[in-house]
């Protein structure tokens, strides 16, 4: 599924295993069912887009290699993960979603146990930050594990600039993995404020 925003003010409500913008997909790790999805918004305003069980913006549950793509003038005000989801990126278990942010304004929280912007549980992420006003936020009531602003489990975080907001819950960094899980990150630019927890740094390993 393609799907390109240009324009209008846009709110969106997944249902199930479906995400908030994004393929709606079945609850099934048969590959013949899942859906990928690739998302280009340039320009518009999204109000709010919330995934139940599913990223506010990424595929749903086991969902398939997916891409995010933000840029412009794009404003989007609220984007939430639903249960172990990304706010912005992948689903539970699903496979490897791509963001790539290189403008806009962006708030995003992600659901329990998943990364505001990254990846959602058992699942893998790469977030890419060239320019764009970010503010991303792990789940304060995340149960079982950590909950990342910006990377989450197994993600690979690249920050050459923009200006960004990160904070991570419970075993979560503001900026990288979550519960012990690897990530990667590489920053070469941008003003950057980043909140860990007691458990976990501002930047770094969760």
């Known amino acids: 599924t393609e799907i390109n925003i240009s324009g209008g003010t846009i709110t969106g409500h997944g249902a199930y295993t479906a995400a908030g ?60 993960g639903g249960n172990l989801a990304a706010g912005i990126g992948s689903g539970y278990d699903s496979d490897k979603v791509d963001v790539v942010i290189d403008g806009g304004t962006i708030n995003a929280t992600g659901g329990d146990s998943a990364a505001g912007i990254g ?40 920050i050459s600039g923009g200006t960004i907001t990160a904070t991570g819950m419970d075993t979560g960094a503001g900026i990288g993995g979550s519960d012990n899980n690897s990530s990667s990150i590489t920053i070469t630019g941008g003003t950057i404020t980043a909140t860990g927890t007691s458990d976990a740094p501002a930047i770094g390993g969760g």
């Open 21 to 80: 913008i994004a393929a709606a997909v079945s609850d099934t790790k048969d590959d013949s069912k899942k859906g990928d999805c690739h998302h280009h918004i340039t320009d518009g305003t999204i109000e709010k887009a919330e995934g139940k069980t599913a990223g506010g913006i990424g595929p749903g549950y086991y969902g398939r290699s997916s891409t995010v793509n933000i840029s412009g003038n794009a404003e989007l005000k609220d984007v939430r």
């Open 119 to 158: 990846s959602g549980l058992n699942s893998r992420s790469s977030v890419t930050i060239k320019s764009g006003t970010v503010n991303a936020k792990g789940n304060q009531h995340s149960n079982n594990f950590g909950s990342s602003g910006i990377g989450g489990s197994y993600a690979d975080v690249t």
